[in-house]
């Protein structure tokens, strides 16, 4: 399984079909924040914990390419065997489970959950959300894929077609998320206002009740001072 040559054709070898999957590939974004040692760190972690110990054998790659806010995109290449290693071989049958979309989410989450541990232990208060732009309630419009051609020339700081659509949809995704904060800091300064109204007006009413209770002692003390 160390050796990647022998580990593919061995696992070509298993299938009969000619158009069978040999390998499933999933692409994680790695943080900025964190140096490649911690990237490399927080990849093994996630690897052992979800596919490792399923049985499956990992294949990983790291690479850098440009991001379309001009900075750097880190980012792992996993490529999956589709039969899990029983004793020194594969086993006869594919585990069917692993392409189940509930599967697929549940390593998405876990991925999130294992890269904010490590952004909280490095200190940093961003954190990773597995889920997609509409399930979080934000009005995002995704980025397209540049193609190989034009991440290349994007690489080399040539502006392309792809290249600016993307850098336009990011400067429009910033503005719709300042759009979104400020409404959020609006609703939750009129919750705070109506709490704190509302709280005022409970006071009164409670004063109000307090006030006939107070009176008959108050005629006596002034009965006695005359």
């Known amino acids: 399984v160390y050796d990647r040559e022998q580990l593919w054709n061995k696992a070509e070898n298993c299938e009969k079909r000619k158009d069978a999957q040999v390998a499933r590939e999933i692409e994680i974004s790695l943080p ?12 093994r ?21 440009n991001s379309n806010d001009g900075g750097e995109n ?4 996993i490529l ?20 189940k979309k509930e599967t697929l989410i549940g390593w998405r989450e876990a991925w999130a959950d294992c890269a904010n541990d490590y ?7 961003e954190t990773i959300d597995h889920r997609s732009y509409l399930d979080q309630g ?18 080399q700081g040539i502006a392309t077609d792809r290249g600016d659509i993307n ?26 206002i109506y709490q ?19 009176e008959p002692e108050q005629e006596k003390e002034r009965g006695f001072s005359r």
């Open 196 to 214: 704190e109204i509302r709280d005022r007006l409970q006071e009164h009413e409670i004063q109000k009740q307090l006030v006939p209770e107070l």
């Open 74 to 77: 880190p980012h792992a290449h």
């Open 32 to 43: 900025r924040e964190l140096d490649f040692e911690k990237q490399k760190s927080l990849v």
């Open 138 to 155: 934000l009005a995002i419009e995704p980025t397209i894929h540049l193609g190989k051609e034009a991440a290349h020339m994007e690489r």
């Open 119 to 125: 952004l909280e232990a490095a200190g940093v208060q």
């Open 167 to 192: 850098r336009e949809i990011t400067h429009q995704n910033r503005i719709m998320m300042h759009v979104q904060a400020a409404a959020s800091w609006m609703k939750q300064k009129t919750i705070d």
């Open 45 to 65: 972690e996630f690897v052992q914990q979800e596919f490792i110990s399923q049985g499956m054998v990992a294949d990983v790659s790291y690479h850098t390419s």
């Open 80 to 99: 999956l065997t589709m039969r899990a290693i029983e004793e020194a071989d594969f086993a006869t049958k594919k585990n069917r489970d692993w392409n």
